[in-house]
Structure formats: structure tokens, C-alpha cells
């Protein structure tokens, strides 16, 4: 039913209860001169699954979200699919990591909805790296070095102290975009803030062991966790980011390896895990996965098991 006619309707039934004296107060409720019902709920496109939740976490019932990517999917290499750009027509906040994770597909996506509300510029346009300190901005900018990335290195999630301040940022647009739930996002944010800080410290707790142990990495997926939890990566066996390495340059990092003692590889659970299999089995060392986001491994099923299962998971490759 249109508008219109809903508000024939509504106004038709509400003037026979109200009869005589209400009439006119009925009608005025009617006409939509207050807001009789709870606006419908903000409409969210995060492109990938932790932005996803914690939109979720702050917004609850007032969100309805979308994640364009799934846990196993590498963020750098989405296809901007017309399924992406129909999701993105109708949203009213895009929230996405930014720092060019997302530069190969979500300007089309964007672009392409025609929705003036999420172009670029717009507070319908979020971007998590705005709000973090970043790491590995490079000082020299050259493409034919890989995937270099001009703002720094993108993968802000790993670090879980980053979400304060993106979480904090995002509650603060949400109320922007929807006034009349401004309190809800503040209180949804003050709720998740509380529950992280307190994982926060247990996880540090947890994860003092493995501070200072030297490790290999295959991709520059996580230098905020290694910040975080002062890992210190010894090498990186892909030689220019998102390029696979070659044997040679493998062969190479195994050679060093005597001299490095890295005590496990690294990769997240998106990447082929053929190049960390190679060195871990020459150098005698363990391969571990890690979730990198929600969905990464059947454990990581939300904000907080993420970094559960990252702890536990590094912990057991300490181990050997
Ligand atoms: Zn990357």
C-alpha cells in the first residue's frame, strides 16, 4: 500500500475513534506530523565481515546489514558483481576499511549504485583506516612493487584496540545519519567498548608468551597483531605484496632461516597456503593459520571469538 493511501486509511480510522473533540488531533497523528512508528532500520553495506559485525554491535536492531565479502575471500580481489552494486543502491551508510583495501572494485560498486547518499565525501561513506594510526605507509610509492598501499598498510582489524576508535567514529555517524536513535548507537558503542576492553586485557594476558618471538609472514596481512602482541616478523615469503613467490625466493627465506629462527609462518586463512607449507616443511617450523576476519575459520564467529581463535592458534605454534 502506498503512503498516501496508508495515510487515508489511518486517517479514516483514526478519525472514528476519535470523534468530535479528538478529530482533529487524530487527523494531525495521521497526516505523519509525529512520528507514530520506529524508522525503519538504517540499511548498512560493509565490505567485509568484521565491519559487518561491528556495525552490528553498536547498531543492533536499529542496522539492517550487509557484508560483501565472506571470511575466505581475499579483500583485495573482489569482483564488483551487479548482485554488490544492487545491495549498494539501496544502502544509506557504506562502511568499508579504506587505505585502498578495497580500491580494485568498491569506487565501481559505488559509483555504478547511482545512490547519492554513499558516494565518496558523503556521510553515507565510512572509512575504518581513517581512524587508526597506521602502519607501513610506504615512503616511496611504486605499483611495480605490488600491491603497495599509498595510506599504509590496510589491515587495521587485527590489532582489536583499533575498533575503539573506529567503533566510537561509527556510532558517532550512525547518530548522524538517524537523530532519532542517536542514544541506541552511543549506548551500543559504550556496551561492545566494555566487553572489548575486558578482552582485551585477557588476550594480552594470554598472549604474553609470545612476545618477541621472531616469525615469518606470508603476506603483510597482520603488522597491527605483531604491533599489538609484539611478534617480530623476520621475513615476508611473498617478496612484493599479493604476488606469489616464486621457489627461489622461498628457497631463499629457508636459507636465512638457520640464522633468523623464526618459530612458525604465518598466513591468513583467505591465502593459498602453498607457499608457507613449502618453507614451514624445509625450515621444520609450523604453518599457522590464522582467521584474519570473521568466517577466516569455523572459530572465528564473531568480534571476539576472532581474536580468541588468533591467540589460541598462534599459542599452539609456539608450541611446535
Ligand atoms: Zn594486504
Given at each position: ?23 482533529a ?26 565491519w ?25 580481489r ?39 547518499r554513499i558516494?565518496s565525501?558523503?556521510p ?58 542517536a ?38 596481512a ?21 604476488v ?18 623464526a ?32 568466517g ?16 589460541r ?8
Open positions: 500500500m502506498n503512503r498516501s493511501l496508508d495515510r487515508f486509511f489511518a486517517a479514516a480510522f483514526a478519525s472514528l475513534l476519535f470523534r468530535g473533540a479528538c478529530a488531533v487524530a487527523a494531525f497523528l495521521a497526516l505523519g506530523l509525529f512520528p507514530l512508528s520506529a524508522a525503519a532500520a538504517v540499511e548498512v553495506f560493509a565490505t567485509v565481515p568484521e559487518a559485525a561491528l556495525a552490528q554491535e553498536i547498531g543492533g536492531d536499529k542496522v539492517r546489514v550487509y557484508s560483501a565479502t565472506q571470511g575466505l575471500q581475499d579483500p583485495h573482489i569482483d564488483a558483481k551487479p548482485s554488490l552494486i544492487a545491495r549498494a543502491r539501496s544502502a544509506q551508510l557504506v562502511v568499508a576499511t579504506g587505505a585502498e583495501l578495497e580500491i580494485g572494485w568498491l569506487p565501481v560498486v559505488v559509483r555504478e549504485s547511482g545512490n547519492a558516494q565525501g558523503q553515507g561513506y565510512f572509512e575504518a583506516a581513517r581512524y587508526v594510526a597506521m602502519l607501513e605507509a610506504p615512503a616511496v610509492l611504486d605499483r611495480a612493487h605490488g600491491d603497495v598501499h599509498a595510506g599504509g598498510n590496510p589491515h587495521v582489524q587485527t590489532d582489536p584496540r583499533n575498533l575503539f576508535r573506529i567503533g566510537e567514529a561509527l556510532a558517532a555517524r550512525l547518530a548522524e545519519l538517524d537523530p532519532p536513535n542514544a541506541a548507537y552511543q549506548a551500543g558503542y559504550r556496551n561492545f567498548a566494555a566487553r572489548l576492553r575486558a578482552a582485551v586485557a585477557r588476550w594480552e594476558k594470554e598472549a604474553a608468551p609470545l612476545r618477541g618471538v621472531p616469525i615469518l609472514v606470508q603476506h603483510k597482520f603488522p597491527y597483531l605483531q604491533n599489538w602482541l609484539g611478534l617480530k616478523e623476520v621475513g615476508c615469503l611473498e617478496a612484493k605484496p599479493g606469489e613467490p616464486s621457489s627461489a625466493q622461498l628457497a631463499g627465506i629457508v636459507a636465512q632461516q638457520a640464522a633468523q629462527s618459530k612458525m609462518v604465518i598466513r591468513p586463512a583467505y591465502q593459498y597456503d602453498a607457499p608457507s607449507r613449502w618453507v614451514a616443511e624445509r625450515a621444520r617450523i609450523p604453518a599457522v593459520t590464522l582467521p584474519f576476519t570473521i577466516g575459520t569455523p572459530e572465528a564467529k564473531d568480534l571476539f571469538s576472532l581474536y580468541d581463535d588468533t591467540v592458534r598462534l599459542l599452539k605454534g609456539l608450541q611446535g
